[in-house]
């Protein structure tokens, strides 16, 4: 079983990352992925999803800036960042998502699977 992020760095404001995730192929193929996020003394929480298909949705605070993509012949998956805020510093995970229109709000989402690999941190400094 295997859930790599990598990609992550120290920006400034306004500055862009794309992310990575390396899954094993029975984790990834033919189910929705997502991208999560854990900011200090903050709960994880739901950023972004994508269907099997390539169909998304995005924490709404996120339209316009996160995109999220896949490539199934690699079972990889990737999020682009662009004009990040020193809001968006936080250790990012990827993982399964419990369906393509999720409730973002989940506050216990941590807890609806039980492995998650190594996250990325992501800094943006003001």
């Known amino acids: 079983v295997q859930l790599q992020a990598s990609g992550g760095g120290l920006v400034h404001t306004g500055g862009s990352l794309r992310l990575s995730c390396a899954a094993s192929?029975?984790?990834?193929?033919?189910?929705?992925m997502g991208w999560y996020r854990q900011a200090p003394g903050k709960q994880r929480e739901l950023v972004a999803i994508i269907s099997s298909g390539g169909r998304t949705n995005y924490l709404d605070s996120l339209k316009g800036r996160f995109t999220i993509s896949r490539d199934n012949a690699k079972n990889t998956m990737y999020l682009q960042m662009n004009s990040l805020k020193p809001e968006d510093t936080a250790v990012y995970y990827c993982?399964?998502?419990?369906?393509?229109?999720?409730?973002?709000?989940?506050?216990?989402?941590?807890?609806?699977?039980?492995?998650w690999g190594q996250g990325t941190q992501v800094t943006v400094s003001s």
């Open positions: 993982n399964r998502a419990p369906g393509l229109w999720f409730q973002f709000s989940e506050k216990n989402i941590q807890y609806f699977y039980d492995f």
């Open positions: 192929g029975t984790i990834f193929s033919d189910n929705t």
